[in-house]
């Protein structure tokens, strides 16, 4: 059974930095890929980035380039989400998302190319 738990959220003033993890067990990564969303109220989940582990090949939605990281420790079975000079717009549900497979040249970035999902980790980023 895959299990992913998300944890780190909290709430920061405007400028400050979080580190978000996703701890899972249960789950294979050779071969696939995992990721972070978020979603406010209202609005559908947004992406954010994937990563592919093994490869370590990382991919990240235009409005988070260069501010957040995304990497995985693997000693620790743990996703990690370094977030770096947080907004305002950055206020969110954040969840940790990981596929059942993939294919060579597929990256995934849609809701529905995650198979698993984590409860979800608040952040609230403050003025």
């Known amino acids: 059974q895959v299990q992913l738990v998300e944890s780190g959220g909290g709430s920061v003033q405007a400028g400050g930095s979080l580190r978000l993890s996703c701890t899972f067990s249960?789950?294979?990564?050779?071969?696939?890929?995992m990721a972070w969303f978020r979603q406010t109220s209202g609005t559908e989940r947004e992406w954010l980035a994937s990563?592919?582990?093994?490869?370590?090949?990382?991919y990240y939605a235009d409005s988070v380039k260069g501010r957040f990281t995304i990497s995985l420790d693997s000693a620790k079975n743990t996703l990690i989400l370094q977030m770096n000079s947080l907004e305002p717009e950055d206020t969110a549900m954040y969840y940790c998302?990981?596929?059942?497979?993939?294919?060579?040249?597929?990256?995934?970035?849609?809701?529905?190319?995650?198979?698993?999902w984590g409860q979800g980790t608040q952040v609230t980023v403050s003025s």
């Open positions: 998302a990981a596929t059942r497979k993939t294919w060579p040249g597929f990256v995934p970035w849609a809701e529905m190319d995650f198979a698993y």
């Open positions: 249960g789950y294979t990564y050779d071969g696939n890929y």
């Open positions: 990563i592919e582990p093994v490869g370590d090949s990382t």
